[in-house]
């Protein structure tokens, strides 16, 4: 009997609901309690200072030395006021994960030996952890392990509680080397950001509202996941250490129903999202949404939007904190893009727009029309630079996990199409099929609008589409969804790369648009000839149909788009001159950090790749064969106790069969196994980073399947009292 499995399975089943109480009956009451907020700072610090952090955040300029301090001062008050014992410099490595270390208040005064409390404004603005052991590309050696955090003002500090009953004071910081380039995902973000808003407030100042002096990336991200249960999590050595099952039969009943998706949460999971959406709401993280995904024990929690920056920090913060709270309700969240064949993989709908400082949704259409040009400005030119950029936007979401997902399962493909709907479709097809924009003629008082057309936008078009889940870029009335980013990652990788390339094209947008106008051609008649023009130049990008097809694939090479199905193929992408040309000229990355993201990606590929080689290695022989061998043997002593007993042949060659079966499934695992073994010493011997990828994608990932099928098989032969591993039925549908 595999004791292991069942021992899970009845720790699995004995579980009950961990009780949850409400902090008080309302959420404002609690909300942002544990965040150092704009209130907080406005009623600790005082009225000189609260006014240099306010202006550093909102122009980004430089904090002095005395606000520092007093901005110091105040957040120690206020954390020990809340139980913190230790501060830290919180930040995100590009190990894909947050990390922190922790430093105690507590110090020595060496005039009297006495304990005290400190913490001054340089430990607040800079700290330096060791950087040797994470991932720098090659931009540091091994033995130069000094890196430096800097505290990113713009995102509020807040306190992480912890299970020993005591708290942490958590700085959001920038981490750069110590010759200065960026080893995070937030120092590009913040550039990107920065780029975006000097790109679009100029576009708006010159031709539309001269009142406007900033403009903000918005993002709200979807988060998918799945809930097992933490016995039968540890008994699967694939999940532990890959994240995801390597092996396991389709379950009978999966999602074909569709009877999961929306339906009744189950208890005990509910009480873990009330659980965890309790502290998210104390951190300052706006989480609304909750709701049962596709498939079996599959779900997922949504934010309102916020500025990019603070939005990319609390999904980061928010993965870490469903992991803490999972353990209190003995739960294992499952944030890998493909953890289970055969069913929904999980995303990360990165939902994107641009907002004005004075409230107005660049991305939004109005009942006015000359509020509607502005929005098909920003409209088409988004649309133009996923379209001139489609092979970056699919190397920003590159990684071994979703290069399991894309394309399978309602995940979008790895073709980059964007989905507009039938009403921002045919708008298009209107604005390209218009005659000549020099033969309108303009008298006075004529409506400029309504000769071109802008007057047919309905006012509200959320509704009026429907939604592609086959899109891995949809238009959603008043945003544009990037569904194609995997649950596993960070968001600060494929908005950077988003900002970055729409602010590059609002840049040539307005420079075309000026080269117009000095003919002397009237604005509107201007920005609509280029948009014109933007629209027959994107057309390739728009699809609106089934994007899981086989047509589609041969349509889209027939438009020329790129296909990139493996992850080196994509990350290829950064290496390329006009990749970097873009990012190097706007001062996003430098060349050297874009060798060594491309490097860094390749390596983070190639060890997960290699991670899961060894574990299908080592369950498939020390789980599933010898296990296999053991029945088999069973079912040999069977059968010859049934030959000397005289029981007529007929009647034990099903057997016979099975255990022919048995030897041809676990011979062909051998056999399989050996070979990928050979094919990861093949792929370890090469130098070239770039080509140990390749064979890695192909050769090595090559037998996964292959073995997978044969140890599948076997699951259906086996006697279910023998199996080892947990099966798809028990960690999907027991909850």
């Known amino acids: 009997m595999a004791i292991t499995r069942f021992k899970a399975l009845e720790l699995a089943q004995s579980r009950t609901g961990t009780p949850v109480k409400l902090p008080t009956e309302k959420v404002s009451d609690y909300y942002g309690s544990m965040t150092f907020s704009d209130e907080v700072m406005r009623s600790l610090l005082s009225p000189e200072a609260y006014l240099k952090i306010n202006t550093a955040i909102q122009t980004g300029s430089k904090i002095d030395r005395d606000a520092a301090d007093e901005v110091a001062a105040a957040m120690k008050s206020w954390a020990i006021s809340k139980g913190a014992t230790h501060y830290t410099h919180w930040f995100q490595p590009l190990t ?90 937030k120092t590009p973000l913040l550039k990107s950001i920065e780029l975006v808003d000097k790109a679009a407030t100029a576009v708006i100042k010159e031709f539309f509202n001269r009142d406007v002096s900033k403009v903000i990336p918005t993002l709200g991200a979807e988060q998918e996941y799945f809930v097992v249960d933490e016995a039968l999590f540890n008994a699967r050595p694939d999940l532990v250490m890959a994240g995801r099952t390597v092996f396991g039969h389709a379950p009978a009943k999966g ?45 997922e929690v949504a934010p309102t939007f916020e500025e990019a920056n603070l939005a990319c920090d609390h999904n980061a913060l928010l993965m870490d904190l469903m992991s803490k709270v999972a353990s209190k309700h003995k739960f294992k969240v499952l944030f890998h893009e493909k953890p289970f064949a055969g069913i929904n993989g999980s995303g990360k709908h990165n939902n994107w727009a641009l907002a004005t400082d004075t409230g107005i949704n660049l991305l939004a259409p109005s009942s006015k029309p000359k509020e509607n040009l502005r929005f098909l400005t920003f409209f088409v030119n988004t649309l133009k630079a996923v379209h001139d950029r ?11 996990g979703n290069e399991h997902r894309l394309g399978a399962n309602e995940a979008p493909p790895a073709i980059v199409s964007a989905f507009l709907g039938s009403t921002m479709s045919q708008v ?31 006012s509200l078009i959320l509704d009026n589409t429907d939604r592609n889940r086959t899109s891995p870029f949809a238009f959603t009335g008043n945003k544009f969804e990037f569904r194609a980013v995997g649950s596993s990652a960070n968001s600060a990788a494929p908005m950077t790369v988003l900002n ?27 920005i609509m000839e280029v948009l014109k023009r933007y629209v027959k130049e994107s057309k390739n990008i728009r699809f609106e149909g089934n994007g899981y097809s086989d047509e589609w694939v041969e349509e889209a090479a027939r438009r020329g788009l790129s296909n990139l199905k493996t992850t080196p193929e994509a990350l290829a992408v950064y290496a390329r001159p006009e990749s970097i040309e873009l990012f190097t000229k706007h001062g996003i990355y430098s060349k050297e950090e874009m060798h060594a993201r491309h490097e860094i990606e390749l390596e983070n590929y190639v060890k997960k790749i290699q991670i899961e080689s060894r574990v299908i290695g080592d369950m498939a022989i020390n789980h599933i064969v010898s296990t296999s061998l053991k029945y088999q043997t069973q079912l040999v002593e069977n059968v010859k106790g049934q030959k000397e007993i005289g029981i007529d042949p007929q009647y034990y060659a099903p057997t016979i069969e099975m255990i022919k079966k048995i030897s041809e499934y676990t011979s062909s695992i051998v056999r399989l196994q050996n070979g990928m073994t050979e094919a990861r010493k093949e792929a370890n011997n090469i130098e070239d980073l770039e080509e140990r990828a390749v064979l890695y994608s192909t050769k090595v990932k090559g037998y996964f399947e292959e073995i997978r099928y044969s140890v599948d098989k076997l699951e259906l032969i086996i006697d279910d009292d023998e199996w080892p591993l947990p099966k798809y039925r028990e960690l999907l549908l027991i909850k």
């Open 96 to 185: 894909g994960t947050t990390a922190e270390k922790h430093d105690s208040f507590f110090d020595i005064d060496l005039s009297n030996g006495k304990a005290v409390e400190k913490f001054k404004g340089s430990a607040l603005v800079q700290q330096e952890p060791d950087a040797s052991s994470f991932p720098n590309g090659g931009i540091r050696s091994t033995f130069e392990a000094r890196g430096y955090t800097g505290w990113d003002p713009s995102s509020p500090a807040f306190i992480m509680e912890n299970a020993a009953g005591t708290a942490t004071l958590c700085i959001p910081s920038v981490f750069v080397s110590y010759t200065g380039e960026a080893l995070d995902y």
């Open 255 to 299: 999602q074909q129903l569709e009877d999961h998706y929306f339906g009744s949460i189950p208890n005990r999971v509910n009480a873990f999202m009330v659980d965890f959406e309790i502290e998210a709401l104390k951190l300052g993280m706006p989480v609304r949404t909750r709701h049962n995904e596709v498939a079996p024990a599959q779900f």
């Open 390 to 400: 489609a092979d970056l936007l699919r190397a920003s979401i590159a990684s071994a």
């Open 428 to 458: 298009l097809d209107d604005m390209e099929n218009m005659d000549g924009l020099d033969e309108i003629q303009l008298e006075k008082g004529d409506n400029v609008y309504l000769k071109l057309g802008i007057n047919k936008i309905p």
């Open 500 to 526: 970055t390339i729409v602010a590059d094209q609002l840049i040539k947008f307005r420079k075309e648009v000026e080269e117009v106008l000095e003919k002397g051609v009237k604005k509107e008649l201007a």
